[in-house]
């Protein structure tokens, strides 16, 4: 258990102090294609067989720059195909020529397959096997005697109960005497009533005002208004 508490712990410390990598990836050039020179070359084959009737020719050569060569087959129909071909930077130019005639054969001389009849195929008749049925003898049992065991009821002695004697406890009933109380002597206290002086008020004296009027009628009116 310390164990693991202790890896914890160290792995929680490890992050923290986890910084990472400033390394930067270089980036993958292609290496440049070779540019290889042309070089001249030349070949010819040629297949000829009569049982299967393959008669194939094929020539060419090059000098680096014009590439230029032909190949005979011949067909079915008994023609030989000719192919003159030329090829350069401007181009393939190919020349395509026929030597001899076709030739069809008779459909009279024409044999048609032999038919195959099927084979008639018996099937093989299995007669099935005899078997003597198996004489099985079922074994006899005797059912087992049993007998039953006898049992002798125990002789146990029937208990005698002897019912116990209380004799009724004497109880005397407690004598109680009543307490003498004496009833307390209440003295009403005296008090006297307040003498109660209404206060008494005088009226104020205001004095009626007096208006007098600050405008005086005019003694003379112009006789006549101005003009405008």
């Known amino acids: 258990m310390k164990f693991f508490i202790f890896a914890a712990l160290f792995a929680v410390a490890a992050a923290g102090t986890y910084k990472t990598s400033d390394y930067v990836q270089s980036k993958y050039e292609a290496p440049a294609k070779p540019d290889y020179e042309k070089q001249p070359y030349s070949f010819s084959w040629d297949v000829k067989d ?73 099937a093989p008749a299995y007669s099935a096997p005899a078997y003597p049925a198996p004489a099985y003898k079922a074994p006899a049992y005797s059912a087992p005697a049993y007998k039953a065991p006898s049992y002798s009821a125990p002789a146990y002695p029937a208990p005698a109960y002897k019912a116990p004697a209380y004799s009724a406890p004497a109880y005397k009933a407690p004598s109680y005497s009543a307490p003498a ?45 101005p003009k405008y």
């Open 50 to 122: 009569e049982d299967t009737y393959n008669d194939f020719v094929h020539t060419e050569e090059s000098d680096g720059k014009v590439i230029s060569g032909s190949y005979r087959v011949e067909l079915p129909d008994g023609r030989t195909q000719i192919v003159t071909y030329r090829a350069d930077e401007n181009g393939n130019v190919a020349d395509v020529t026929y030597e001899g005639e076709a030739q069809y054969p008779d459909e009279s001389e024409y044999k048609a397959a032999p038919a195959y009849s099927a084979p008639a195929y018996k």
């Open 181 to 225: 109380y004496s009833a307390p002597a209440y003295t009403a206290p005296a008090y006297s009533a307040p003498a109660y002086k209404a206060p008494v008020y005088s009226a104020p004296e205001y004095m009626a005002p007096i208006f007098r009027s600050a405008y005086k009628t005019p003694a003379v009116y112009p006789a006549a208004y």
